[in-house]
């Protein structure tokens, strides 16, 4: 029915008495209803049906028999509905089904309501119509202008041919056009991977380290920084059965995932607020994000790809501050979805944008020492990672979450493209990059590291100060790295301390080992926090 929501009459041994007594609409084009069930124990079944108008629909029919046993298996059934054309009306269908439990003479009625629309077929008047008259007087009308009518016929095929012709001339040079500017595209990443990527294998242990930090192997530059340099396509080279075979020994069955609300949404890609089942005990329940794609057909394989990809970003680590991702559900034929922990508060930016709208009537919503609490957490998190080289490349406000005891922890991009798009930019390829939170290395020649972390941490803590504002707001994305090199950067906030204003500043010093590491930012705000109490 394309609505978000899933609907159990019985789910662990309950009665959900909220679906049985929900009256579904079936759309009136719609004639078959499929039922999926299947029991633990041995359960026996009676099916019967009530139809409230038999004018308008037959009594529905089903293909299984009226009374057995319930399947153990996952099985499906199918409802007839059909209507029978007579009148207009709507129809009232209750679907009973009388379970039995053997082992404990447990006796359950259920019963199933729906809704349908009938009409009354028009064609069946006008064909019994054309039965009875001679099919001549009928036609009469058509034959009497024959010429004309097929001149205008001849005329259209010509000019729909004409038309075909020229958009396939046209479609025929933009694609030669195109093929030009891949080749040109080819040589410009590989002429830049050479400076960087001594080989290919490189790339590889970029993501080995993303997944398994623990036996990782630092790439230490001179600088001292564990100094990356990712190829700019280096998402699309992995192909979604490599990344569902990395995820693979994380994936669980469609089954212990229930959706509940969709707490964001993008173009193809959602996050719901879903609830996780114990593998152990099915009675154990744990609330969860599920990061998913609206639709399995419209989402392209790179999109699904690059989800399953970025959530393993923070894969495997363990930090109070860090959120990653726990499992995956790549079944065929479903949705493929990421699971994560829940944090009530959700995400860090929409939750910041949200304190400024209250904020107006309500000054004292969130205090500074607050903010610089939140900024001390992200600091920790980010320190954690820097410690396990595991560069994060795209932090921001977005890419947090928060709950009501205001604990921070970091997560990973996937589908914050999607969900933020007025925060990436893509300069000229195909890649969509937080232009805003980049430092200039990183835009300029692609080189992620520690630093660049620190620099995106500074822009963050902007973030936090401003309450969700958008950074550079004003500076044209492809302008960025100019504006950057000429020593600008953002203004200091209104209400944001100088001590602060400072803290931010050394993130965006341009030479990469002139900023500060983690350790020492979490030191220093610690200390501004202490002092913001102290002031209190
Ligand atoms: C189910 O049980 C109810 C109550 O005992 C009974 O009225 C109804 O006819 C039964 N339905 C079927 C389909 O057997
Ligand atoms: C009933 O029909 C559905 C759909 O056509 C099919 O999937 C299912 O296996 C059928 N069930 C039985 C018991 O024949
Ligand atoms: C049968 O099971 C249902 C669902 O668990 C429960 O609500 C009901 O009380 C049980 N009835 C009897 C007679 O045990
Ligand atoms: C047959 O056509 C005539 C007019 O051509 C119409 O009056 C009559 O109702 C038609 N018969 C039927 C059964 O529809």
Not at 448 to 463: K, N, P, R
Request: glycine content about 4%; overall charge negative.
């Amino acid at each position: 029915l394309g609505l978000d929501a899933e609907l159990y009459y019985v789910r662990n041994d309950l009665v959900s008495h909220y679906a049985l007594s929900f009256n579904l609409l079936v759309p009136s084009e719609t004639n078959f209803l499929h039922f999926t069930w299947h029991a633990k124990s041995k359960v026996e079944y009676k099916l019967g049906f009530q139809v409230d108008n038999f004018v308008a629909m037959d009594m529905p029919q089903v293909n299984i028999s009226a009374q057995g046993e319930v399947p153990r298996t996952l099985s499906v059934f199918r409802v007839e509905l059909s209507c029978t054309g007579k009148v207009d009306s709507e129809v009232m269908i209750l679907m009973q089904l009388n379970l039995t439990v053997t082992s404990s003479k447990n006796f359950t009625v259920l019963n199933f309501k729906r809704r349908k629309m009938c009409y009354k077929k028009l064609e069946e008047v006008k064909t019994s119509a054309l039965d009875k008259n001679t099919s001549r007087t009928i036609y009469d009308p058509v034959h009497a202008a024959p010429t004309t009518s097929t001149r205008v016929f001849y005329i259209s095929v010509g000019v729909c041919c004409a038309v075909i012709f020229l958009v396939a001339i046209i479609l025929a040079v933009l694609h030669l056009h195109s093929m030009k500017r891949i080749e040109l595209d080819d040589s410009i990443s590989a002429s830049s991977s050479s400076q960087g990527l001594s080989q290919p294998s490189t790339q590889t242990t970029q993501y080995l380290r993303a997944d398994t930090p623990n036996n990782a192997t630092p790439i230490t530059s001179s600088s001292g920084y564990p100094t990356l340099r990712i190829e700019k396509n280096d998402l699309r080279s992995v192909t979604l059965l490599e990344a569902k075979a990395k995820v693979k020994d994380i994936a669980i069955s469609r089954e212990r995932i229930t959706l509940k609300d969709v707490l964001q949404e993008g173009t193809f890609g959602r996050i719901f607020h879903g609830i996780l089942i114990d593998e152990k005990d099915p009675n154990k329940e744990k609330q969860a994000f599920v990061k998913t794609v609206k639709d399995v057909d419209q989402a392209s394989e790179i999109q699904v790809t690059m989800m399953l990809t970025e959530s393993c970003k923070l894969r495997g680590l363990h930090h109070r501050n860090l959120l990653p991702i726990t499992h995956v559900c790549i079944e065929e034929g479903e949705k493929p979805m990421v699971i994560l922990p829940y944090m009530n508060w959700g995400n860090l930016k929409l939750f910041l944008r949200q304190c400024k709208l209250v904020e107006a009537n309500n000054p004292q919503a969130i205090s500074q020492q607050d903010l610089v609490h939140m900024a001390i957490q992200i600091a920790c998190g980010m320190s954690y990672l820097a410690r396990r080289e595991v560069i994060h490349k795209d932090l921001a406000a977005r890419n947090c979450v928060i709950d009501d005891t205001l604990q921070v922890k970091i997560t990973d991009n996937a589908l914050s493209r999607d969900l933020f798009p007025m925060d990436y930019h893509c300069l000229g390829d195909n890649e969509n990059r937080p232009v805003r939170w980049m430092a200039l290395e990183s835009l300029v020649n692609n080189e992620f590291s520690s630093a660049s972390d620190v620099w995106a941490f500074g822009v963050t803590l902007w973030e936090l100060m401003t309450l969700g504002q958008t950074p550079y707001v004003d500076i044209d994305p492809f302008e960025m790295a100019a504006y950057l090199k000429d020593g600008y950067r953002i203004a200091q906030p209104i209400n944001c301390p100088d001590e602060l204003f400072a803290v931010m500043a050394c993130c965006w010093a341009l030479d990469p080992e002139e900023r500060p590491k983690f350790q020492q930012l979490v030191q220093c705000l610690t200390e501004f926090h202490a002092a913001l109490g102290a002031y209190v």
